[in-house]
């Protein structure tokens, strides 16, 4: 075989499994567009709906039930484990069949207030997304009829469903409505940070905690993207910013430009919001670093990002600094 024949038959080899993949999606993609487009009234924020006891139920007995991945060994809660602030203890958790992705489970504590999903943004709606999980090939891998069946023939779900909608007849956006419905359940809990600030309750945190606090306002400059006030509780701005974490990286994620294919977001992600966060290590959206300190010793020593971040800098940060607001952020 000569090189010109053996290039050729590569790349035609390569269009054969580009093809492939773009068929499915489509196919599996227009199923889903056409599925949302003969329910349209069942699109859309749920909790203006009745918003029943039943449907929490389903949700959360569907979020935690393995037998929606294709081989029974993974749920949502395996990744977004409630024990653990909707995340997982390990850094990147295997999905069915031992596939592993590149990025962290983000915590869905208060989920409902993103205005967008993903480390990168690129999902929008609780409903539609409950339903790719099932069928990603590194999270359940499963087939969308395999899951309508299962759930159809199970007694539990047949009757609760029967309840909520008349039929016993189960689709995947029944399914994926009611986990979005428990998913807008799911709320951090009030922590001792709001105790001391909003209640006013000063031995609620320790004092090198309430140093912390004042550090992240100002020499520490965190405010600047986790951003916090009473309408907007969750210690982020939303946005999207490079922090140099993943840098090093040879498979580099390149974040927020799968959402905008705009060059400038290489490399940055969502601003995670910090609620709970001092119970749920490792951190980052590939769970690179493993500690608070850790966390802060970062930013206390971040040279150089790749969009000269204006925000980032050395801090020039004392021990005594850091360890203060280490504290901090272990009461919010
Ligand atoms: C194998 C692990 C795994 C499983 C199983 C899994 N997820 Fe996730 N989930 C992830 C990862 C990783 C991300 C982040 C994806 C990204 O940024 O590209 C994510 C993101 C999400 C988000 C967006 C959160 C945010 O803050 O943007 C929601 C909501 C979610 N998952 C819900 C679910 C539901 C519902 C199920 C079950 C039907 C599920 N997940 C199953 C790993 C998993
Ligand atoms: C330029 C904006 C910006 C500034 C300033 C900033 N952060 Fe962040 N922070 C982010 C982004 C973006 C992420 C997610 C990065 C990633 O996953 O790659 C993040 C992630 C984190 C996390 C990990 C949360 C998790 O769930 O994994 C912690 C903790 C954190 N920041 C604390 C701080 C502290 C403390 C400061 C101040 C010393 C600070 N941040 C300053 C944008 C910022």
New binding site residues.
Partial sequence: MNNRHKKTSWRSGLKVITGTITAVWLIVGLNIQSAYAENPEKVGDLLSAADTEAKLTLGRM??SDMN??VDGS???A???DPEYSYT?SQA?????GG?I?N??????LD?AS?P????????RG?ER??????I?L???GNSIKAVEAYVSSNPDYQRLFEQINGTKNVSIIDI?QV??VF?RSIVSKKSAFERYYLDGDNLAISQSASRGWQLFQSKAGCIQCHSYSLKNQHFTDHGYHDTAVGRQDNKRDLGRF?STININDRGKF?TA?LREVGGRKPYM?DGSIQTLRAVVEHYNNVKETNHNTPMLGALNLSSEEVEDLVAFLGTI
């Fill in positions: 569907l979020f929606l991945s993974v749920s949502c395996t990744c977004h997982s990147i958790p295997a999905g069915a596939h992705g990025r962290r489970p983000p915590s869905l989920v993103k967008a999903l993903f480390w990168d943004g690129r999902m609780l997304q409950a339903l790719y999980p099932m990603a590194n999270e359940m994926s986990i979005a998913e799968y969502r919001s959206h």
